[in-house]
């Protein structure tokens, strides 16, 4: 029987949608810690011990440390300071990520002056732009075995990029399943001081543009008040080079006296370990090297346990 | 709402069912489903369609009234007043603007949206109007979605013409495949070949102040502006081509070729087209009586104005000035360039080499295009060493080379195609071929397109 034009020609139209989306399929299957970031912290089961905040906590805190020492399972669900800022958004994706029937939990809680704090006028134009183009908030899970929204709305390329990534070899980040970021960088030291001073410059310019915000503020102080709810909260400062502390001491001068009322008044412990500053080794003095994460997760285990 | 989106495929895919599945007497209502159609294209952005319903029914109902008085004139130059000055505050509002009321204004190209009306108040004027357009075909016309971020500058006969047999059209399977040939081509270009060949151009370009930042830098910018705005026009054109509505072809081929005046009839051509009819013979008239310099006087303030279209900025200024006086070597036949042209109509071998160097003065101009401004360009220029031509390494690794291989396919299968309506014009050819293309483009487009934070050039202008 002879086919028809038009159906010949429907025939080619399906084989090809068919190929699109098998191809996008197969491209799912080539997903790896190593070629999409921050995409295993959108996916996985629903999480019982938390590790939240900034670039800043996503590098230094490594669950398994914590795990060993604590006997529970941490997933660190830090981001960076462009998405994971306290606010709605964050929050509403932290609640999103925790267990509903979580009520014995740990939350290591990280802060520093940056994480409450917003772009200079930016406060008066709630709500934030920038944290509703966030695309923490265009995802509606943040578990499961795949996320297809998270590969939608973040991820550049086409899907199949992601078979390209898979083979090519010299990934510089990697996302573990526990949520920990491992970034390799170059070790020696006049690589460090390049990338600290340029850095430093960029921070010292970018934080004329920031103060702080009631409104990140008061999120954090909901956020605190929700985790007490599912159990309790340890609220840190990571160590950073002594050129950044002095550099947010110096312009977020009340950052220090709101966070020790904040303690008070919330109930809940505090540490700043600048003391730890000259014991550990950083990627650009912000971001400390992911050979010194044991070491911080260590001793916050440690402080956890004598609290 | 962004072309690559889910919400693109779904207005487009449920826009195409209701307009074919239309029958019979129903079929009148397709005009509305395009009218409706485009307003959803800006759906989430309430004051631009807020803009476009006001400034539309505005215009079409005063061109209406305009057009059944006897006293035109004074309408007409207060229509072209009224909109250019829409159009210049946006230009001179710049940043402020876009500080004040958000960047509402971005999903629509203001310029391109703003010439249809003031062609229509033009030809107001010079009494060009050989009927009353109808309000709803009018409405179609300026806010059809597949042209509303950056073009073509359709003209309200051909349009409107089309739009009148709008209920007779019938589902044709090749005009469809050929849309589908027009998307997959300009996807190719706009999402792999252009964010390829700009990252070329920022590695060979910034902080490259060499011989080969100014002459590759300047080739892989120029391919990143052509790919980038050439694949948008396609891309679009396919989708108006889905509906069995055909757009201007906006580029023929203008890199292979070898003088100015052909690369500008080639290049932008709905635009062009516009400044032809609306800028260039209106001047031309007035400059006619001061001869051959009157017409070059004409052309070189018409590139002024092409380039000022683009920004108030020096180095679009610059930009158009330089593309105006590129014409009097031919308008004023200077001696070198006329025996150049001889030699070339005698030898089919110089006149395709010839496409070379002028590539490469096109590509060096385009910097200046690219350039913050005009001093940015020269800052950077005066650190050239010549003697210098460091790649970078550019050109190294598995991954570079693979990319490179992109940007040539790109352009041989332009070349190619060069006698037929766009790349992927391949309809006639055999099908192993055609399906050997067809895979191998969405193979690289899944691969190594990116989708993401790109925006389309000329959607800011």
Redesign the interface.
């Known amino acids: 029987m002879r086919i028809s034009?038009?159906i010949s020609?429907i025939l080619k139209?399906l084989f090809?949608l068919l190929?699109?989306v098998g191809?996008?399929a197969l491209?799912l299957y080539f997903i790896s810690p190593h070629n999409v970031l921050d995409y295993n912290k959108c996916v996985g089961p629903a999480q019982k011990n938390l590790i939240i905040g900034t670039s800043r906590a996503s590098q230094a805190i490594q669950p398994q440390v914590l795990n060993k020492n604590l006997d529970k399972n941490f997933f660190n669900f830090a981001f960076n300071g462009s998405l994971s800022k306290y606010g709605d958004v964050y929050n509403q994706a932290i609640m999103k990520k925790l267990d509903p029937e979580s009520k014995d939990g740990i939350f290591i809680v990280t802060v520093d002056p940056w994480s409450v704090s917003t772009k200079k006028g930016e406060e008066s134009l709630y709500p934030l732009a920038h944290d509703q183009q966030n695309y923490l908030n265009q995802l509606s899970s943040f578990t499961g075995e795949v996320n297809l929204a998270f590969l939608?709305h973040?991820?550049?390329?086409?899907?199949?990029?992601l078979?390209?990534d898979y083979y090519?070899k010299g990934s510089l980040s990697i996302t573990h399943e526990d949520g920990w970021l491992e970034i390799i960088r170059d070790t020696a030291q006049s690589r460090i001081d390049e990338r600290k001073a340029r850095k430093l410059a960029a921070k010292q310019s970018e934080i004329e543009q920031y103060e702080f915000s009631e409104y990140r503020w008061s999120s954090l102080k909901m956020l605190i008040a929700q985790l007490t709810q599912k159990g309790k909260v340890y609220l840190v400062r990571l160590p950073i080079s002594k050129e950044f502390y002095q550099l947010e001491q110096n312009h977020f001068d009340q950052f220090e006296r709101r966070i020790k009322s904040l303690t008070v008044e919330m109930n809940v412990p505090y540490w700043d370990m600048v003391n730890l500053q000259d014991s550990v080794k950083y990627n650009d003095g912000h971001h400390i090297n992911r050979y010194f994460a044991p070491y911080i997760s260590r001793h916050i285990s440690d402080w956890i346990v004598n609290q | 709402m962004e072309y690559y989106s889910i919400s693109f495929a779904g207005l487009l895919l449920i826009s195409l069912i209701c307009f074919w599945s239309l029958d019979g007497t129903y079929r009148k209502w397709r005009i509305w489903i395009l009218l409706f159609s485009s307003f959803l294209f800006l759906w989430g952005n309430t004051t631009a369609m807020l803009f476009v319903s006001i400034s539309g029914i505005l215009n079409v109902t005063l061109l209406r009234w305009v057009l059944k008085e006897k006293s035109r004139e004074r309408w007409a130059i207060l229509g072209v007043v009224a909109n250019a000055l829409l159009l210049l505050l946006y230009k001179v509002g710049g940043a402020s603007w876009s500080h004040w009321a958000g960047d509402w204004i971005l999903p629509l190209g203001l310029s391109f949206y703003t010439f249809q009306h003031i062609a229509s108040w033009v030809r107001v004027r010079q009494e060009d109007w050989e009927e009353i357009p109808g309000t709803l075909n009018y409405l179609v016309y300026t806010v059809y979605f597949p042209k509303m971020l950056s073009g073509p500058v359709e003209k309200w006969e051909g349009f409107d013409g089309q739009l009148r047999k709008v209920n007779e059209l019938k589902f044709d399977d090749a005009k469809f495949i050929q849309g589908l040939r027009y998307i997959l081509w300009g996807a190719f270009a706009k999402w792999t070949v252009a964010p390829l060949a700009h990252a070329f151009y920022l590695m060979l370009w910034t902080d490259n102040p060499t011989l080969s930042g100014i002459l590759l830098g300047g080739v892989f910018n120029f391919i990143y502006i052509y790919a980038d705005f050439s694949g948008y026009s396609n891309f679009v054109l396919g989708i108006s081509w889905l509906f069995g509505i055909e757009l201007i072809q906006n580029f023929k081929f203008p890199l292979f070729t070898n003088q100015v005046r052909e690369f500008w009839q080639r290049w932008h051509i709905s635009f062009t087209q516009w400044i032809l009819d609306y800028l260039f013979t209106p001047l031309t008239f007035h400059l006619r009586s001061f001869g051959k310099k009157g017409i070059a006087l004409a052309i070189v303030l018409s590139f002024l104005v092409v380039g000022l279209w683009h920004g108030l900025e020096s180095n679009y200024i610059a930009f158009g000035l330089i593309q105006g006086l590129y014409f009097l070597p031919i308008l004023l036949k200077w001696n070198w360039s006329e025996r150049l042209a001889q030699a070339k109509k005698k030898s089919l071998a110089l006149d395709r080499f010839m496409i070379l160097p002028f590539f490469l003065l096109m590509s060096t101009t385009a910097l200046i295009f690219s350039s913050a401004s005009w001093n940015d360009f020269v800052l950077h220029v005066e650190h050239v060493q010549l003697s210098s031509f460091n790649v970078n390494g550019v050109f190294s690794g598995f991954s570079n080379l693979i990319f490179l291989c992109l940007i040539v396919g790109f352009l041989w299968i332009e070349w190619w195609n060069r006698n037929s309506l766009f790349g992927l014009d391949i309809a006639k050819r055999k099908f192993a071929v055609r399906w050997m293309l067809y895979i191998a483009l969405l193979l690289a487009l899944m691969t190594w397109g990116e989708f993401k934070n790109v925006g389309t050039l000329y959607a800011h202008f």
């Open positions: 034009s038009r020609n139209l090809v190929f699109i191809m996008h491209s939608y973040n991820y550049n390329y086409g899907w199949m990029h078979i390209w090519k």
